[in-house]
């Protein structure tokens, strides 16, 4: 799981948050939490005007250096 929160250097008024989960079950987990319920709450008092959520699902990672070590759009099998 990885959570992060970063402001956007091009609009000051705006922040992005990332977030990524094991699957859809500890994301369902995640919503049903006190902290997420409470969020909303907590950044609507720093005057919130706007907000928008997307979510993805991520089929394939890999190395962004292939085993020549160059940068490679493609994705290599593993051995």
């Known amino acids: ?8 250097p091009h609009h000051p008024a705006r ?9 859809a079950e500890a994301l369902a987990l995640h919503f049903a939490g006190p902290q997420y319920r409470g969020m909303l709450g907590h950044v609507s008092q720093f005057g919130l005007t706007n907000a928008v959520s997307r979510k993805f699902a991520v089929a394939r990672e890999g190395p ?4 020549a070590g160059l940068a490679s759009a493609e994705f290599e099998l593993s051995p």
């Open 15 to 23: 922040i992005h948050v990332f977030e990524e989960w094991e699957g």
């Open 64 to 67: 962004v250096y292939n085993t």
């Open 1 to 8: 799981m990885g959570y992060f929160w970063t402001a956007d």
